[in-house]
């Protein structure tokens, strides 16, 4: 079983920077795509980026494109979710997401595997 675990969240000022980082003990991340998701309070889980098991491939929705920033070193096992120019928006518990594939999803449903979250609070 691919264990997940997520780390670096913390609280940050709005225009703020931020890098939390997925990684896993057992296993290599190296044939797997991996997104990454955010929930806020009462709301559903929804994709800010995800990359392919090659690293080629990178996908973001629009309102975290060019301030999300999403890499993978697989020799760490390890993917990271570089957050820049945070907003009071970006507010919720990340986690990040793991699937034996070639290509990376911004859906929730393309993964099987998941970590317990971090959360990520942007407030001044």
């Known amino acids: 079983q691919l264990r997940l675990v997520e780390s670096g969240g913390g609280l940050v000022q709005p225009g703020g920077s931020l890098t939390i980082s997925c990684t896993t003990s057992?296993?290599?991340?190296?044939?797997?795509?991996i997104g990454w998701f955010r929930q806020a309070p009462g709301k559903g889980r929804e994709g800010v980026s995800s990359?392919?098991?090659?690293?080629?491939?990178?996908t973001y929705p629009p309102p975290a494109r060019g301030r999300f920033a999403i890499s993978r070193d697989d020799a760490k096992s390890t993917v990271y979710l570089q957050m820049s120019s945070l907003k009071p928006d970006d507010t919720g518990v990340y986690y990040c997401?793991?699937?034996?594939?070639?290509?990376?999803?911004?859906?929730?449903?393309?993964?099987?595997?998941w970590g317990q979250g971090s959360q990520v609070t942007v407030s001044s």
């Open positions: 997401a793991a699937d034996w594939s070639d290509s990376g999803t911004l859906r929730a449903g393309g993964y099987g595997h």
């Open positions: 990359v392919s098991s090659s690293g080629d491939l990178t």
């Open positions: 057992k296993y290599t991340l190296r044939d797997y795509s």
